[in-house]
């Protein structure tokens, strides 16, 4: 079938429950990184910082535990430092740039846990 003037462009290969998906996901990993303390650009350190974030982005998308994700943001956080939680499929890439493990400056501080989903 070809296209007459004035068809809408539709993206047929994403459906509206993964886009909402890739919202709710991508709003877990920013508030997780505000969690534990990282900057918005605190990850930006390296010739290959882009994919890394990139890489922990798509395992963000990918991942199974949203909602033990979302619990963990909830919870009031414990005194002291704020580590990612075990099953977080991300939580080395998060340990790499918390600004206790910062090697290079991170201008991240501390801000908490956020409350809502």
């Known amino acids: 079938m070809q296209p007459t003037q004035g068809d809408a462009v539709t993206d047929f290969c ?3 429950q993964i886009l909402k998906r ?10 997780m990184r505000a969690c534990l303390g990282i900057a918005p650009d605190g990850c930006d350190r390296g010739d290959d910082a882009g994919s890394l974030w990139c890489e922990a982005r798509f395992k963000c998308i990918g991942c199974t535990w949203s909602r033990c ?7 009031p956080p414990p005194m ?7 099953f977080c499929a991300n939580a080395q ?6 600004p ?4 290079s400056g991170n201008r ?3 801000v908490g846990h956020e ?3």
Request: glycine share 4%.
């Open 108 to 110: 991240a501080r501390e």
């Open 80 to 86: 002291g430092p704020v580590h990612p939680p075990d």
């Open 115 to 117: 409350s809502s989903i």
């Open 22 to 31: 890739i919202a709710r996901q991508t709003g877990l990993m920013n508030r």
């Open 100 to 103: 206790r493990n910062s090697k």
């Open 93 to 98: 890439f998060f340990e790499n740039y918390t």
């Open 14 to 16: 994403i459906d509206p």
């Open 69 to 75: 994700c979302a619990d963990f943001l909830a919870t």
